[in-house]
Nanobody, 123 residues
Framework: QVQLVESGGGLVQAGDSLRLSCAASGRTFSNYHMAWFRQAPGKEREFVATINWSGRRTRYLETVKGRFTISRDNAKNTVYLQMNSLSPEDTAVYYC????????????????WGQGTQVIVSS
């Protein structure tokens, strides 16, 4: 089992930045590829970004490319999502997820999930 706990969400204004963190425990963190998803009210949970176990490979949702950066610190068992130039369209609950397979954009492929952290961006 892998336990994931997100933090760092909040209420910000358009154009602001936030950094989300996801702390992992339970199994060897570096064995897992990590991802961030988000779910806006009334919408499906969507892929945002993913990073492989070493941090050398990443992939992003097209609409966040150039604004969001996913990174990880295996010594701290933590994955991050730096979000810049936030817009109201980024408002959602953000979830981190873990799996032993890299690169999937499907939520169905991830075995472990955190409880989510709310991000609200006001215009």
């Amino acid at each position: 089992q892998v336990q994931l706990v997100e933090s760092g969400g909040g209420l910000v204004q358009a154009g602001d930045s936030l950094r989300l963190s996801c702390a992992a425990s339970g199994r060897t963190f570096s064995n897992y590829h990590m991802a961030w998803f988000r779910q806006a009210p009334g919408k499906e949970r969507e892929f945002v970004a993913t990073i492989n176990w070493s941090g050398r490979r990443t992939r992003y949702l097209e609409t966040v490319k150039g604004r969001f950066t996913i990174s990880r610190d295996n010594a701290k068992n933590t994955v991050y999502l730096q979000m810049n130039s936030l817009s109201p369209e980024d408002t959602a609950v953000y979830y981190c997820a873990a799996d032993t397979t890299y690169g999937s954009e499907s939520r169905n492929e991830y075995a472990y999930w955190g409880q989510g952290t709310q991000v609200i961006v006001s215009s």
